[in-house]
């Protein structure tokens, strides 16, 4: 008989997996879906198809279930291509006129192309950056991928609802650099209970 074990694996194929080994509070329901019935709200960002259903489980992916409640799932273990995003996820976005303009770019994952005016040594300087997908509680995790010199820089990200304040600090002492710098991304979510 299948049993979850707690670093979520599953072992034994002799019974189906059903809704009471999971421990779902009760039987989800599942719609058939007759052809050309699919909108385009079942395909946006972060909805289960077939094709990544298939994926995870090629990938032996699993997502663990929530203990607060049926439905709320909080963990992700991958053992082959690693934790992260599908395509669709992501996005990239290009800041105009200088390091200090408010940007746009409401995406789990991508990249950020600053601007390069210039910002002088040993200074700092922040933008607005609009993103529905950031709550106050998330973590943003950033990196200098290319673009300008590479070290010369610090980053910090602070979130909010719906917006975060991106930080760029010239930690040069000598001069003024002025680069456009290309910053990949990728949003954590967190809870503070």
Request: overall charge neutral.
């Amino acid at each position: 008989m299948p049993s979850v074990t707690p670093g979520y694996t599953f072992t034994g194929t002799t019974d189906p997996i059903t809704y009471t080994k999971l421990n779902l509070l009760a039987q989800p329901t599942v719609a058939a879906i007759a052809a050309g019935e699919v909108t385009t709200s079942m395909l946006a960002d972060g909805a289960v198809t077939l094709t990544k259903i298939v994926d995870a489980a090629a990938n032996n992916t699993f997502l663990a279930r929530s203990t607060t409640g049926a439905g709320n799932y909080e963990a992700l273990v991958t053992t082959t291509t690693g934790l992260g995003f599908y395509t669709g996820a992501g996005g990239t976005v290009t800041q105009a006129t200088s390091k200090s303009t408010p940007f746009t770019l409401e995406k789990m994952c991508g990249q950020i192309t600053t601007s390069n005016a210039l910002l002088s040594g040993n200074s700092a300087v922040s933008a607005t950056w609009t993103n529905n997908k950031i709550a106050a509680t998330d973590v943003v995790i950033i990196n200098h991928k290319s673009g300008g010199t590479l070290g010369s820089y610090t980053f910090n990200v602070a979130c909010l609802a719906g917006t975060a304040t991106l930080t760029i600090r010239n930690i040069e002492h000598t001069g003024s650099l002025s680069e456009a710098l290309v910053l990949n991304f990728v949003v954590i979510k967190g809870v503070t209970s």
